[in-house]
């Protein structure tokens, strides 16, 4: 069983510029969800796609969107990037299926720095 | 406010010694999720509760769940330096699909 893989480890943007981050989720799972991680704080929650379809997002600008693909790989791209967009990006997958909460299964990571 | 509040925010033990670990939340949570984090790098999924008054052990880390569902404990017996990590505890609540909040996090630290 494959776990949830990253891509890039580490970026280096400047201000303005804009990213695009990739996840592919574990096998079998059709859920991801986009935390992002500033420094000595737990992740918050950017947003969830399931079967490809934006199922939930949290407190974030437009200019933070995302896709998901038929094989249930998602991107995280974000616009126009700013200096406290610097942070741990981390992508979540999980399967709805069944009842009860979801387990959810976390990727390394995209370290991302603007500078 | 922190929906999600961890104590201590940070901890050094001796090896050997057991620990406790907190998370608590205003909101009666649907799912309770304990994930231990290396610095910099991804969250680790240790185990998560969802029943109120439930217990899960894996090798020396039990977490609890209380009864109203709304506190969680995380304990490690007899610490080892391969305990040492960052420690989150994440919370789904009813009507939120799988979005997770989080506390800020419990760095552990052991001391040979």
């Known amino acids: 069983e494959t776990g949830v893989t990253q891509s890039p480890t580490h970026l280096i943007k400047t201000r303005g510029q804009q990213v695009t981050l990739r996840c592919s989720s574990q096998s079998g799972h059709n859920t991801v969800s986009w935390y992002q991680q500033a420094l000595g704080q737990g992740p918050q929650f950017i947003f969830q796609y399931y079967r490809e379809e934006e199922n939930g997002r949290g407190n974030f600008p437009p200019r933070f969107s995302g896709l998901q693909f038929p094989n249930y790989s998602s991107e995280l791209n974000v616009n126009a990037l700013e200096l406290d967009d610097s942070a741990l990006y981390l992508c979540?997958?999980?399967?709805?299926?069944?009842?009860?909460?979801?387990?959810?299964?976390f990727g390394p990571g995209t370290r991302l720095t603007v500078l | 406010s922190q929906e999600l509040e961890q104590s201590p925010q940070s901890l050094i033990v001796q090896e050997g010694k057991n620990l406790t670990i907190n998370c608590t939340s205003s909101k009666t949570l649907y799912g309770l999720y304990w994930y231990k984090q290396k610095y910099g790098e991804g969250l680790i999924f240790l185990m998560m509760?969802?029943?109120?008054?439930e217990e899960k052990s894996h090798e020396k880390i039990t977490a609890k769940l209380d009864e109203k569902k709304q506190q969680s404990s995380l304990h490690i017996t007899a610490s080892q330096p391969s305990h040492a990590g960052i420690y989150l505890c994440?919370?789904?609540?009813?009507?939120?699909?799988?979005?997770?909040?989080f506390g800020q996090g419990t760095e552990l630290s052991v001391k040979p």
């Open positions: 979540a997958s999980s399967s709805p299926e069944g009842q009860g909460a979801l387990e959810q299964f």
């Open positions: 509760l969802q029943k109120g008054g």
């Open positions: 994440g919370a789904s609540l009813y009507n939120q699909g799988g979005k997770l909040i």
